[in-house]
């Protein structure tokens, strides 16, 4: 034994066994070259197709950022806009009198044929259009009028007097101008009139209409009437009302559930179903969900519709499994050395855990947690089950109102019958929850760091 | 210069002997702290351990030797109730400290801990600073009034693990930036910042190199002072140095206990000899 330790002087016999092993050499280099360039392929494929999603979706939704904006003087015509002048408090009115009083005047306000004030500014801007009234008004976002009344109620003053005003193009001429629409098509098929058509461009070549930040996406809520002013502020609001409620309840229940199964619970053929249906439960799709979330929340409960919390609710039952999971599994990685320690000096078994075995787990219940959440934000079809995809034109101001929800509005645009101007707004959509979800992430790994740096 | 008669016969008038008193090498005899009867521990249907008696004497450091598997670390892990952690494992039998029953109903496991203290094998300081490695086990059991009092046990547990001077400096750095040897230290200082009785050491020195194994064997030298000390060792070398009595284990059985001079010059058992002259193990 001990004599084929020492080195042998060069025999024919260790020849030939090193020439067995220098055959072979070459092939198991060749076969670890085949799989680092197949690993490197992959990676390359795979970086690919990431690459070409994010290359779309920019190139399709960064144009909608920008949009028409028609910028012309507005005359506040006293012909016009023959309303009295604003109710003031009369000494010995009481309150609701002056109410009643103020929303006579806005009633009035509103009856103004506020569609001649905007017809006469933009007749000034293009002097000697051929466009009739119709024409020249399916250029201009139709709640412009709207805006000159709120403009006007805010400050009666202006009466009589020009200002400066901005104003939306209408979805149909941003199209036309963004060149979305081929101009060589007849004029059947055209969704402005030639007169209007030429309008816009006249208006574009003396700088009365602009391409300017489209500030509104994110500010203003979703609108039918009025397709160039629909913003994703109400679906927004929603989306993050619900991540507020998943937040709240997941996590804990989350933890707390795998905790008690993974340190406290018995071994015994209980805690064995309890673990196999939870982990059943990930891989439910998730439409299941939203059916359970419909009878159950819904039906039995009578929480409202649409509401951001029953949203949160499913996204809860959804998001649990994944909490718990990795959860488990974290509180398993954690060495039982560190368990040992604590024991040893006499912690007890709640001490144990929550001293020392829980805070090591922290970066993993973080990032189980931002992946849960990430998850639940694209999350769609458990939403359209409890009518989170009806049209709302609000912004919800508590997690009861009827909301929509990001994914939910790139699915209603993206269904939108007015497609060539919705699927800009629907990738602009995307980007918007994308980086959403990019900021969540990035949080998680700044605080994940930190976490682990604190060790 | 040792009787034979040192050696315990387990007996039946033996189960109240936890005042008796057993000789160690250095001195004269001493009062028992820790007494054993018939103990033996099985995993599942697996006996690790077959009716091992022992007396452990006051403020001395009993060492357990014998080759790997051979049920010393279960024993040992047995005198604080290391073992309740490990799923079906039981243990039958009868050990005493002080003379009350550890395995009483009535006995907090908690309480008993805090009497007995344990070293692990490897080094295994909270991932949190010096500070609180030290302070935690004080600040559980609510040793120290205000936090002046507890700055007073770490510093002094810190300067009794002969470790002041090396992290004085730095108590709020994790303990876990330390060197293996300084990590054991912070170990110990963590164990004797609770004042146990009893420390069990599970082979402290095995993760460690030579140095630092020289540090903790004088630092067990110091603590045997004050502190009822049990040790598990595969190094039949530290047994002897640090040691005033051994016990042999083997194969699951305590083949022969008795003063460390005495087991190590003229064993009573063929196995003790043929172990400790390196024919096994």
């Given amino acids: 034994m001990a004599e084929t330790l020492v080195p042998q002087p060069a025999s024919d016999g260790s020849a030939e066994r090193l020439a067995r092993i220098r055959a072979g050499l070459s092939a198991r280099h060749s076969r670890e070259r085949r799989f680092r360039f197949y690993g490197i392929a ?15 979706i920019l190139y399709k939704g960064l144009p909608a950022f920008t949009q028409a904006t028609l910028e ?32 006579d005047w806005q009633r009035q306000a509103t009856m103004v044929n506020w569609n001649r004030i905007v017809e006469a500014a933009v007749r000034n801007a293009a002097p000697g259009t051929e466009a009739d009234s119709r024409q020249l008004l399916s250029i201009v976002e139709t709640n412009a009028r709207f805006e000159l009344r709120d403009r006007f109620v805010a400050d009666p003053g202006i009466l009589g007097s020009t200002a400066r005003v901005k104003m939306l193009a209408s979805a149909n001429a941003d199209n036309w101008l963004k060149g979305n629409i081929n101009r060589d098509l007849p004029d059947a098929q055209q969704q402005l009139a030639a007169p209007a058509r030429e309008l816009a461009d006249r208006l574009y070549e003396n700088g009365h209409i602009r391409f300017a930040f489209a500030s509104h996406i994110f500010t203003n809520v979703d609108s039918r009437s009025a397709p160039a002013s629909a913003g994703l502020a109400g679906a927004f609001v929603g989306s993050l009302y619900m991540m507020l409620v998943v937040i709240v309840l997941a996590v804990p229940i989350g933890v707390m559930s795998a905790v008690y199964l ?21 891989a439910v799709p998730s439409i299941v969900f939203g059916l359970l979330g419909a009878a159950v929340f819904i039906n039995y409960f009578r929480l409202p519709l649409s ?66 959440v990430a998850q639940a934000l694209g999350e769609t079809a458990p939403l359209l089950l409890i009518g989170m995809n009806a049209f709302v034109a609000q912004i919800p101001g508590t997690p009861l109102d009827q909301s929509s929800a990001l994914p939910v509005q790139i699915y209603l645009w993206q269904g939108n019958e007015n497609r060539n101007f919705f699927e800009a707004r629907t990738s ?5 929850l994308l980086g959403l979800m990019l900021t969540l992430n990035a949080i998680a790994i700044f605080l994940r760091s930190r976490l682990e740096r604190r060790k | 210069m040792h009787m034979p008669s040192e050696k315990i016969v387990p007996s039946s008038d033996l189960y109240a002997i936890s005042s008796s008193t057993v000789r160690t090498p250095d001195e004269s005899p001493r009062p028992v702290r820790v007494t054993a009867r018939d103990v033996s521990v099985f995993y599942g249907a697996k006996q690790a351990l077959f009716d091992v008696s022992i007396d452990i004497p006051e403020k001395a450091v009993t060492a357990f030797i014998g080759p790997s598997g051979c049920g010393k670390s279960t024993f040992l892990r047995c005198l604080n109730r290391m073992n309740d952690t490990i799923e079906d494992c039981r243990v039958n039998g009868r050990i005493e400290l002080d003379g009350q029953n550890i395995y009483d109903a009535a006995l907090d ?79 110990i200082a963590r164990a004797i910042a609770v004042s146990p009785e009893v420390i069990l050491m599970d082979e402290p020195c095995s993760a460690l190199d030579p140095i630092a194994t020289a540090k903790i064997e004088e630092l067990i030298d110091e603590l045997k002072q004050n502190f009822t000390i049990v040790i598990v060792t595969h190094s039949m070398q530290q047994a002897a140095r640090v040691s005033q009595r051994t016990a042999f284990f083997h194969l699951g059985n305590l083949v022969e206990e008795g003063p460390t001079d005495m087991i190590f010059t003229s064993p009573g058992e063929k196995r003790t000899q043929d172990y400790i002259t390196g024919r096994f193990g």
């Fill in chain 1, 42 to 56: 992959a990676i390359a494929a795979a970086l690919g197709f990431v690459a070409i999603l994010f290359t779309m």
């Fill in chain 1, 307 to 372: 509401a951001p919390l029953v949203g949160g609710l499913v996204l809860t039952l959804m998001t649990l499994p994944t909490v718990i999971i990795a959860t488990r599994s974290a509180l398993r990685a954690v060495p039982p050395s560190l368990r040992q320690a604590a024991l040893g000096l006499g912690a007890s078994k709640t001490q144990t855990v929550f001293h020392h075995v829980l805070p090591v787990t922290y970066p993993g219940i973080l990032t189980a947690t931002i992946i849960g």
């Fill in chain 1, 72 to 103: 012309v003087e507005v005359f506040f015509d006293p012909e016009v806009i023959s309303v009295d002048p604003m109710p003031v408090q009369q000494q010995g009115q009481s309150q609701a009198e002056f109410r009643r009083a103020m929303t």
């Fill in chain 1, 428 to 432: 602009a959509a995307i980007i918007v």
């Fill in chain 2, 109 to 187: 496991v908690v309480e008993l801990r805090a009497r007995v203290g344990m070293v692990f094998q490897k080094p295994n300081p909270f991932p949190k600073s010096i500070y609180e490695n030290v302070a935690y086990g004080p600040r559980i059991h609510g040793l120290a009034k205000n936090k002046a009092e507890l700055d007073a046990i770490v510093e002094a547990s810190l300067h009794k693990a002969s470790l002041w001077s090396e992290v004085k400096d730095r108590l709020n750095e994790p303990g876990t930036g330390l060197s293996g040897g300084q990590q054991q230290r912070l170990c």
């Fill in chain 1, 262 to 282: 993974e340190e406290f619970a018995p071994k015994n053929r209980l805690t064995d179903l309890i673990e196999v249906n939870i982990n059943n439960l990930a």
